[in-house]
């Protein structure tokens, strides 16, 4: 009696060993094909089940300053820091405004010239008060011309978005 349940316990640990390594082929498999398409920042994410601009600016129409979700989702980016690649903004269909996307710790940049590409960002979306002074900054850092600058006075609610991890489109 006690060989037989060490034979059932010993094949159970086999085949759940087969299972777990053929699991785990499979996750190498979508690792390679992402590699393949996309160019990595930040953590590793995954490209799947990621929103579409659209659904994104509806998630964003119903926050309100202070709400936070998670999130991930795909676009194309509008403009992206000219100095660092340390932040950029991304397109969202119908809105007048961008979302503002910085990186977790600032532990990552982007390359400066991604302008037009397609990515998919993942982290923490939200409503953010952006002063006049970080405007500013952020105007200097896109490039804009001191006139430009000079006529941003007061501060803006602004959709913002911390991303743990950005796939860019190869």
Same mark, same amino acid.
């Given at each position: ?69 998670? &999130? ?5 980016? !509008?403009?992206?820091? /000219?100095?660092? $690649? ?5 397109? @969202? ?52 011309? &001191? ?5 941003? !006075?007061?501060?803006? /609610?602004?959709? $913002? ?5 950005? @796939?860019?489109?190869?």
């Amino acid at each position: 009696m006690r060989i037989s349940f060490f034979l059932i316990i010993l094949l159970l640990g086999f085949t759940s060993c087969k299972q777990n390594k053929s699991e785990n082929n499979a996750d190498l498999a979508k690792l390679e094909n992402i590699q393949d398409e996309y160019e990595s920042f930040g953590e590793r994410i995954s490209a799947s089940n990621s929103l579409s601009a659209r659904e994104m600016q509806q998630k964003y129409q119903s926050l309100k300053p202070g709400d936070t979700i998670q &999130a991930k989702f795909n676009t194309r980016v !509008n403009a992206v820091c /000219k100095m660092k $690649g340390c932040w950029m903004e991304l397109d @969202l269909p119908e809105t007048e405004e961008d979302p503002m996307i910085k990186f977790k710790d600032y532990g990552f940049f982007v390359p400066k010239d991604i302008e037009g590409r397609e990515v998919i960002v993942e982290g923490l979306a939200f409503i953010e008060e952006i002063s006049v002074e970080d405007r500013r900054h952020f105007a200097q850092d896109a490039g804009k011309n &001191a006139e430009e600058i000079e006529a941003i !006075n007061e501060p803006e /609610k602004s959709f $913002g978005f911390l991303a743990h991890g950005v @796939l860019l489109k190869k």
